[in-house]
């Protein structure tokens, strides 16, 4: 009886994992393809050269008043580039699809 106890947690937990082995990691696709987007410290003026102009570029955050550095989004179909006086401080790998895991497409 006690091994039926232990047994029957452990079928659960097992079973929970199972649908996680297939679904696709947003990190996973991001480690595969660093090439494909720009690296931090590029201008602007070298993005736009060799990714072409972006899909969107959304209005600046941040300022004066909010005693934070201005942040510029500019979208593009595979990646999103955030700038900082004219220079890539990071670069976010957008979502492939709905069913893949990562985090959410920015506010538009």
Known sequence: MSRRVLVLPLIALLGLSGPALADTLLIERAQETPAAA???GQTAAD?????????????PRGGQKRQWPVIQR???????????????????????????????PPIR
């Open 74 to 104: 500019w979208l593009y179909p595979g990646f999103t580039v955030y700038f900082e006086k004219s220079r890539v401080i990071d670069v976010v790998i957008n979502k492939a699809s709905a069913e893949e895991i990562g985090p959410k």
């Open 38 to 40: 720009p690296v931090r």
């Open 47 to 59: 993005v736009e050269a060799r990714f072409g102009a972006p899909q969107q570029k959304l209005e």
